[in-house]
């Protein structure tokens, strides 16, 4: 199937779900992005205006004109405006609850054959597909992008229990389309990527903990040492230590002991050090 072919939809015009709508913008496809708000909406065209400037995300891509990437992307605060995508990935808050209510809500809107995909980092995809009906749940499948969505190459994969062949197939192409390198993953709680990163994070706050080295010091071991281009501590930072809490609390309830998060990044958050934009984080 040609680019041209390709309504693509994305629901959630956050960090994630604005950046998977322009990569997608970015691979030619005809894009529709939605939020509850039109000024959520607005901020996140700005924010892509911004990324397509600073010229990353336009080098992989080897893409065109500012105006002609951006006018690919249309916005929406109607739900019902996606009854025509092919293709619709739900990129809402991390909580199941919310998930099933915007999942529900497109099962109703959208044609029988539209491909249902979801961007979540930690709930299995099975729970997810559960909130459709039965006849789409062949078409339904997680796609765990990575943040920055316009930089980072890799994408999670992982089919839920009824997902079919075609489906993967389907979605790994498109990932393809989009610029990125897609991995097929077991659907388990945490997928890959979440379970070893998130050993490594409260790893890292131990050793703070025990007072073995710096939080600074750790980064610079992580990058110089292992060869990783940022360090935990920085990267906890950059996605909020309070998504990495809510992130090891799913992953301790499902495995146990190796991820219960450390009393530290309890107490940090507790105390609303959780870094992000404008506030104070492990190294500001």
């Given at each position: 199937m040609s680019h041209s072919q390709w309504k693509?939809?994305?629901v959630g015009a956050g960090l994630m779900g604005a950046e998977i709508a322009f990569v997608h913008a970015l691979a030619g496809h005809e894009v529709l992005l939605t939020d509850r708000t039109d000024e959520a909406l607005d901020h996140a065209m700005t924010r892509l205006s911004t990324i397509y400037d600073k010229g990353a995300a336009r080098s992989i891509y080897n893409t065109g004109k500012k105006s002609t990437v951006l006018s690919a992307i249309r916005t929406t605060t109607d739900l019902g405006d996606f009854a025509d995508r092919d293709m619709v990935t739900e990129a809402v808050f991390e909580k199941e609850e919310v998930k099933a209510e915007v999942l529900g809500a497109l099962d109703k809107v959208c044609k029988p054959d539209c491909l249902f995909a979801t961007n979540t980092s930690t709930i299995p995809i099975s729970v997810l597909a559960s909130f459709v009906a039965p006849e789409r749940r062949e078409r339904f499948v997680g796609t765990h992008y990575f943040s920055p969505v316009s930089r980072m190459k890799l994408v999670e994969v992982i089919p839920a229990i009824e997902t079919s062949e075609e489906t993967v197939e389907t979605v790994m192409e498109l990932c393809r389309m989009a610029g990125k390198t897609p991995i097929r993953i077991k659907?388990?709680?945490g997928f890959a990527v979440n379970r070893l990163l998130h050993v490594l994070m409260i790893e890292a706050v131990?050793?703070?903990?025990e007072e073995v080295a710096t939080p600074e010091d750790i980064d610079m071991a992580c990058k110089l040492g292992l060869g990783h281009p940022m360090g935990p501590f920085e990267l906890m930072d950059a996605t909020t230590s309070s998504l990495c809490l809510q992130a090891q609390q799913i992953m301790f309830d499902a495995y146990g002991e190796?991820?219960?998060?450390?009393?530290?990044?309890?107490?940090?958050v507790q105390a609303g050090y959780v870094g992000g934009?404008?506030?104070?984080?492990w190294r500001s």
């Open positions: 693509i939809g994305v659907d388990v709680t131990r050793l703070v903990e190796r991820f219960r998060p450390r009393p530290l990044l309890k107490q940090r934009k404008g506030r104070p984080g």
